[in-house]
């Protein structure tokens, strides 16, 4: 299992940086966004430079600092640009990469490091929704830390760390940078959001509809938890809600209770605290726009253990007064009636993904020694990454 | 005239000592320019602090042009505000000397614009806290230079003055007097700084704008109102305009603005106490109820129609872990059972779990178990985290006093790690109570039930009888009520 994590690191990280501000599908809305990445030290396996482009959580185009070339990762941006658009793009990141080394280092510079591995990155990106509203972000880290901002509506850097200052007086001294950014973001941004856009309505509007699995689960020592396991949808935009008797008890939209499946559709788990002595009906309900009408799944409870463990009792008691010895063993196996029922089995592709989102988290805490410093990572994401072996 | 580390090391050495040799390197009386401030209670002194002056090295494009250069710098501030005080009269007179063209001596004047905590500065070395500060230089927005013709022929400064330990950081902008490029001779003219010198070869400035904050880092428990402090002070006649934006894991947005003139909109969310801001220069915010969503950094922003500068706020939640010690029978028939040590509700992420045993036989020393595993961790609803934390140990034999098991999570928000214990007895023990306590009450109300027949027979025996099932239950009520595993938190 873990040399499966190890491999998947790098994956994991990109798109964790493509679910970044996502854009939220149910309200009909698109995003395109860039994500530049450049590191002091390329030995972590991770190329010196690389950039990877989005529409929507759809990764389009890939550079790297080893092809040193702008590659489509989708159909449907190759099928649709020219090889012109690939040269442009090429040259276009060649530069930045020339930029980003420098970048790296000047940082470090800048905080008084001469040596480790240091990275700088970039993050910039437009969203349009579907009344028109458009919204546009540019900005930078270091470490894996907010560096600097720009505030597209003042038209001025905010610097997000001590040490940022200098960086954000001189571009705030001269407005015509965060002018030419604020016009990309607005306009050139929005253009090619919506060429990109025709290019890929059937994959951007493709729909995938979600399995659901219901079971329950009584820790030691705690209620029984009902869990509602929703996988496999596409968009990743859902409404997954515990009804207790016809009334809702438990809403899940939470953005980031959702997770990502490998073959691009998404999964998310919701989970609720119960009193099985209540006569009630529990039911999970799923809204996905892949639905014509909302899917629910009842919980069918096994038969209460608490009544098992009273008639049990009962039992033994009457049979004690009989014969002692024979009432001895019974009241044990009634005790062995107590274990937790394992009627608990995880989806296989579920686990893959608790992995991944242990990564998001913060660190992997499952392989104590391996990664003795679990730490939360920000979305600037890797540079916690955590090194196995 | 620059401060020798060994008075330095004296300084830390002893309070009582230092405030002499603090006072006497760090102030410095001025005769003849010497006005003292409004209050009779203040007492105008100058505050000498150490500093690096950061700039820029030519390079090419980029974000930064080529790397920075770092020199050794000096930062007067004249005419400072502090407390009257006894031991100021032994003061030295501030003399400085001839100094090489090269040696950089910022000298700012505070004249309107005051310097706040200008006394735990001056202090702060004698308090074992250490001040850093960073000059560079300051660059002003295109449209606030256009304003008016006096505005053009000055340079401006910035400092950034952070106490150590958090305490308070300080951003101070400032303005040399106004020169005419022409007039000032080459020997009066720093060389890289293309700044005129003062006779006494210092850049002679003014403080014209600084902004401040007592809580760089906010470190709080969920649920909590806090204050993230920020205080701003210019020229009375200044217009001022307050941004609050929140940066987290790269999201930023703005979430408080003031600007003058303009409605205030009526937010639920963190707020600004304006009548305090245009009262005091505070422009602190306050967020209620604080939540795991809230945490970040927050930037104060202030400008002015000249100047602007900002404060960087860190605002961290720390909640500490309720832990609960519980074990789990093994398959049946199995010598091993399960420890598990449940860490709930904490944050941030990362704990720290140790596991020890404490056997009877070895005089109850505490043994490690370094054999562990824990499960995923869970995020809860209110952001906070839980994992559990599991060991597998053998159950003592029947022979054996019983071993008590304790689990120490250490977390950022303990001083003192958390320890959980439990006492795991006999396996056979236990079975053999409940057994014991099936043959009592088998026997009880097998008594009761032959008395009750008997009662019905021979009305001579009841008494009898009832003797012996008192007896009874009292040997048999605590075999039943002892719990099957001792636990106890801390």
Same mark, same amino acid.
């Given at each position: ?75 449907? =941006? ?121 290019? %890929? ?112 009792? =009962? ?20 005790? &062995? ?53 | 005239?620059?401060? /020798?580390?060994?008075?330095?090391? %004296? ?97 700012? #004047? ?95 400035? #003014? ?5 401040? #904050? ?8 969920? %649920? ?133 045993? &404490? ?42 006093? %019983? ?28 079975? /053999? ?21 008997? /009662? ?16 009874? #239950? ?17």
């Amino acid at each position: 299992m873990f040399s499966g994590v190890k491999m998947r690191i790098v994956p994991v990280f990109l798109f964790f940086l493509g679910l970044l501000c996502l854009s939220d599908a149910s309200t009909g809305s698109h995003s395109l966004r860039y994500f530049y990445t450049g590191v002091s030290d390329p030995g972590l396996g991770f190329p010196e430079y690389y950039s990877v482009g989005y529409v929507d959580d759809k990764p389009i185009r890939w550079y790297d600092s080893v092809s040193q070339q702008s590659e489509p990762r989708a159909q449907w =941006i190759a099928k649709n640009v020219g090889p012109e658009y690939w040269e442009r793009s090429t040259q276009n990141q060649r530069s930045w990469q020339q930029t980003f080394k420098a970048n790296v280092k000047i940082a470090m510079d800048r905080y008084n490091q001469s040596r480790g591995v240091h990275s700088f990155q970039l993050m910039y990106g437009c969203e349009r929704d579907r009344d028109g509203s458009t919204r546009g972000f540019f900005q930078y880290a270091y470490d894996g830390q907010d560096f600097i901002s720009l505030d597209k509506d003042r038209l001025i850097w905010v610097p997000a760390m001590v040490g940022a200052e200098i960086t954000e007086q001189k571009w705030n001294a001269d407005r015509s940078f965060a002018e030419r950014l604020k016009g990309y973001l607005e306009q050139t941004c929005i253009e090619w959001l919506q060429k990109y856009i025709q290019y %890929g309505t059937k994959e951007l509007d493709s729909k995938v509809r979600p399995s659901v699995k219901v079971w329950d689960r009584k820790p030691e020592g705690r209620s029984t938890t009902l869990h509602c396991q929703v996988t496999g949808f596409y968009p990743r935009d859902i409404e997954v809600k515990w009804v207790k008797n016809g009334e809702v008890i438990l809403h899940g939209t939470a953005a980031k209770d959702i997770l990502p499946n490998h073959d691009g559709t998404y999964q998310i788990q919701e989970s609720v605290e119960i009193n099985p002595k209540e006569e009630s009906t529990y039911s999970c309900h799923v809204d996905h726009s892949s639905l014509p009408e909302s899917l629910s799944v009842l919980w069918e409870p096994k038969s209460s253990l608490s009544i098992g463990i009273i008639i049990g009792v =009962i039992a033994g008691v009457l049979l004690l007064i009989i014969a002692v010895v024979a009432g001895v063993i019974v009241y044990k196996k009634k005790q &062995k009636g107590e274990e937790p029922v394992p009627s608990y089995s995880f989806p296989t592709d579920g686990v893959t993904q608790m992995v991944l989102q242990t990564d998001w988290l913060g660190g992997y805490n499952a392989a104590p020694g391996k990664c003795p410093e679990p730490q939360i990572l920000s979305p600037w994401g890797f540079t916690a990454v955590c090194r196995f072996g | 005239m620059t401060l /020798s580390p060994s008075v330095k090391a %004296g300084c830390r050495g002893s309070v009582r000592a230092c405030l002499c040799f603090c006072l006497w390197q760090f102030l410095f009386t001025e005769g003849a320019e010497d006005t003292t401030p409004s209050s009779q209670m203040l007492r105008a002194v100058n505050l000498v602090l150490d500093c690096t002056y950061v700039s820029e090295s030519a390079g090419h494009g980029g974000m930064f042009p080529g790397g920075f250069t770092r020199e050794k710098a000096l930062l007067v501030l004249r005419n400072v505000s502090v407390p009257e005080h006894e031991s100021l009269d032994s003061i030295t007179d501030f003399q400085p000397q001839p100094v090489e063209n090269e040696a950089m001596i910022f000298e700012a #004047t505070v004249t309107d614009v005051e310097i706040p905590e200008s006394e735990a500065l001056l202090h702060a070395d004698c308090n074992g806290q250490e001040v850093s500060c960073e000059i560079s230089q300051y660059f002003r927005h295109k449209e606030g230079k256009a304003g008016s013709g006096e505005e053009e022929n000055t340079a401006c400064f910035i400092s950034s003055i952070h106490i150590s330990g958090n305490s308070f950081s300080v951003t101070v902008v400032m303005k040399t007097i106004p020169y005419q490029n022409d007039s000032v001779g080459k020997d009066r003219w720093h060389p890289r700084l293309k700044v005129p010198l003062s006779p006494r070869g210092t850049i002679t400035m #003014t403080v014209a704008f600084a902004v401040f #904050t007592h809580t760089p880092s906010i470190r709080t428990q969920l %649920g909590n109102t806090v204050k993230l402090d920020c205080g701003l002070k210019l020229s009375a006649a200044d217009v001022v305009s307050v941004e609050w934006w929140r940066q987290h894991k790269g999201s930023g947005r703005s979430i408080y603005m003031y600007q003058p003139g303009t409605a205030n909109r009526e937010t639920t969310g963190p707020w600004m106490d304006i009548q305090n801001l245009q009262d005091s220069g505070d422009a602190s915010l306050f967020i209620e109820g604080l939540g795991v969503k809230d945490e970040g950094t927050y930037i104060c922003l202030v400008s002015t129609t000249h100047y602007n500068a900002q404060q960087i706020i860190q605002v961290l939640v720390i909640e500490p872990p309720k832990v609960k010690l519980y074990s789990t029978p093994s398959h049946e028939g199995s010598s091993r059972s399960l420890l598990t040590c449940e860490i709930n509700n904490y944050y941030p992420l990362d704990v720290h779990v140790k596991w020890g045993q &404490k056997v009877p036989e070895n005089e109850g020393k505490l043994i490690e178990i370094s054999e562990s595993y824990s499960t995923s961790h869970r995020e809860n609803h209110d952001g906070t985290f839980t994992v559990s934390s599991i060991v597998s140990v053998t159950v003592p034999s029947p022979e054996e006093r %019983g071993t008590t098991y304790t689990c120490s999570v250490s977390h950022v928000s303990l001083q003192v790690p958390i320890t959980a214990s439990l006492h795991l007895a006999s396996a056979a023990d236990v079975e /053999s109570f409940i057994g014991l306590a099936g043959v009592s009450l088998a026997t009880v109300i097998f008594i009761v039930f032959c008395c009750f027949l008997s /009662s019905k027979r021979r009305d001579e025996g009841r008494s009898q009888c009832r003797e012996q099932t008192a007896a009874d #239950t009292d040997t048999a009520t605590p075999h039943v009520t002892t719990p099957q595993h001792k636990k106890k938190q801390h």
